[in-house]
């Protein structure tokens, strides 16, 4: 990338490109963004955001544009921008109702976007695409931060964690209600959640001890979460990626005393995890994004005190890395 940035955001658009945009570095809270094609595995500049922030959510809207929520900037902020990747232009579009950062931001069925909690807040929010306002929703009945949401097959959303909480709720959106569903058998924050091809939900590590290692499994009929297969490494502040044959990776973070280069790869069908190869760079507070081709998009992130400027690529098939478009 041209810049260097950790927390940051990367959107997979539907012309196949990866918007990265805002995150932090030596400099402070960045506005910039960046495009990379995988077709030519280059980086170009887009148009600055208006507000430099991080710990922020980018979540791709049905028609194609991007909307960012949040973050932090200096203070915690309530602005919101949007993104249209045919003019390369950032709008402001109308300001969430609390400021927050480490929240989450789940595109709704209808194509709403539900935003929910950071800075151990309970409130939740709606934005609705189609005026550029936002409504306030139910409050959950946990405040969270650094928690994680996924939407389910049935439409509903599952939010879990934050700090020392293993609890899980659900939000139904044709009712506006939260209710609480089974516990984790963990407590866990900075962790990753990711909704598999069965329609049951993996959630992993996020952690600071060896329970970091654990991964466990909601079944949406059930509501219930059983034990699977531990990973090799405890981490948090990693990724997880769904690819196209089923499997899930997850790729870096922080361990129980070092950023990790490491990268697993969850089996839904024996839930078992196998090697999948190592980062040419430590990183946590990254990105990865799944491209069209199945190949994975890991960006930026941190090294000990260092942001970094570096991306790179995992091929599916042979499950090497390599850098690309530095």
């Given amino acids: ?20 945009n805002n995150g932090q570095n030596s400099t402070g809270y960045l506005k910039s963004a960046e495009l990379y094609d995988p077709l030519t595995g280059n980086w170009t500049m887009t148009n600055d955001m208006s507000q430099g922030r991080g710990g922020h959510t980018a979540s791709v809207l049905s028609g194609g544009k991007v909307l960012v929520t949040g ?6 902020l309530n602005t919101v921008e949007v993104y249209d990747p045919f003019t390369g232009n ?20 209808s194509g709403k976007v539900l935003v929910t909690g950071g800075q151990s ?23 969270r931060i650094r928690h994680s949401a996924v939407v389910l097959q049935s439409g509903k959303v599952l939010v879990t ?23 984790m058998n963990v407590a866990r ?4 959640i990711s909704l598999l091809s069965n329609g049951k939900v993996l959630v992993t590590g996020g952690d600071t001890t060896v329970l970091g290692k654990t991964a466990e499994l909601y079944d949406p009929l059930t509501s219930n979460w059983t034990m699977t297969g531990n990973m090799s ?37 024996t839930g078992v995890w196998t090697s999948a190869g ?22 930026g992130g941190m090294n000990g005190s260092v942001s970094l400027a570096s991306a790179e690529l995992y091929n599916s098939a042979t499950s090497v890395w390599t850098l690309t478009g530095n």
């Fill in 233 to 269: 490494i405890a981490r948090y502040y990693h990724t997880a990626s769904v690819l196209a044959n089923g499997s899930v990776l997850v790729v870096g973070g922080y361990g129980i005393s070092t950023y990790l280069r490491s990268a697993e790869l969850y089996n839904p069908t």
């Fill in 189 to 192: 924050f900075l962790h990753t």
């Fill in 1 to 20: 990338m041209a810049v260097s940035r950790l927390e940051l955001t990367a959107s997979t658009l539907a012309n196949g490109k990866v918007l990265v």
């Fill in 278 to 299: 190592n980062l040419s760079i430590p990183r946590d507070l990254h990105t990865a994004s799944v491209l069209a081709n199945g190949d994975v998009l890991v960006t």
């Fill in 161 to 183: 964690g934050s700090p020392s909480e293993q609890s899980a709720e659900l939000y139904d959106p044709s009712t506006d209600n939260w209710t609480m569903t089974g516990a």
């Fill in 71 to 76: 973050g932090f900037g200096g203070s915690s």
């Fill in 90 to 109: 950032w709008t402001l579009t109308g300001n969430m109702s609390t400021a927050r950062y480490g929240h989450t931001a789940s595109v709704l069925p």
């Fill in 121 to 143: 807040l309970k409130s939740t929010e709606l934005y609705d695409p189609s005026t550029g306002s936002w409504t306030m929703a139910a409050n959950m009945n946990i405040a």
